[in-house]
């Protein structure tokens, strides 16, 4: 069955640094997003993408981070100048197709990104 | 604006006992609701969602929801626990016009005591 996969797995990184959270979405999928979860509080919209822009963004997108489709397959997530909040897990999802919010969205297993 | 509750951030059953985990929604429209459930190192699957048609609703691994409009209310249940069900499980709430995007709850996190 077709998964999204996220990679790395763990990401740690130094205050300030830059780092870039990989996905593979579903292969025919058109709609994408990340959100994130910091431990212990709800899992947040970050980003949805279509069409190769950003559709919706959250207050939390804000201008350290930025979300590019660089080929046919992978979809990223980068923030420029991590913060010690940015520490969570971040969850890239897919969806087949989107308007009246019934399609389904399928997450990866999500990179868990941990600043020092 | 749309948001989920789930009580109890952690429940516990005896195997072959009733899973009972709590969902409440606000939202000013007419909602779509989603159960998800997150196995240790794994992705969020989805159990089951609410569009619009049947207000109970069955979906994988024998689990079923229930969606009550007059309390809000879209609570998961299991007449009977496996130990496979122990897992993390998330409740969401998505609208027309929001772009699709999910308001999630806190999640659940389920014990199974054998």
């Known amino acids: 069955e077709p998964e999204v996969t996220q990679t790395p797995s763990h990401q740690v990184t130094q205050m300030g640094q830059e780092v870039i959270l990989r996905c593979v979405p579903i292969?025919?999928?058109?709609?994408f997003y990340w959100y994130r979860q910091i431990l212990g509080q709800k899992v947040e919209f970050l980003v949805s993408?279509?069409?190769?822009?950003?559709?919706?963004k959250s207050e939390i997108f804000d201008d350290q981070f930025s979300v590019e489709r660089p080929d046919g397959s992978n979809f990223t997530l980068k923030i420029r100048s991590t913060k010690l909040e940015d520490s969570a897990m971040y969850f890239c999802?897919?969806?087949?197709?989107?308007?009246?919010?019934?399609?389904?969205?399928?997450f990866g297993p999500g990179t868990r990104l941990t600043v020092l | 604006a749309q948001s989920v509750t789930q009580l109890g951030s952690h429940v516990s059953v005896s195997e072959g006992a009733l899973v009972l985990l709590r969902c409440n929604y606000s939202?000013?429209?007419?909602?779509?609701l989603f159960w998800y459930v997150q196995y240790p190192n794994q992705g969020l699957q989805l159990l089951l969602k609410?569009?619009?048609?049947?207000?109970l609703v069955k979906g994988i691994n024998g689990f079923e929801a229930e969606f009550k409009k007059s309390e809000t209310s879209f609570h998961l249940t299991k007449p009977s626990a496996h130990m496979r069900d122990a897992a993390e499980y998330f409740c969401?709430?998505?609208?027309?016009?929001?772009?699709?995007?999910?308001?999630f709850g806190t999640g659940t996190s389920l014990t199974v005591i054998p």
């Open positions: 609410y569009t619009s048609a049947a207000t």
């Open positions: 939202s000013s429209v007419p909602p779509y």
């Open positions: 292969s025919n999928h058109l709609y």
């Open positions: 969401a709430v998505t609208t027309p016009g929001t772009g699709n995007q999910f308001y």
């Open positions: 999802a897919s969806s087949g197709r989107t308007g009246v919010g019934t399609d389904t969205q399928y």
């Open positions: 993408f279509y069409n190769n822009e950003i559709s919706e």
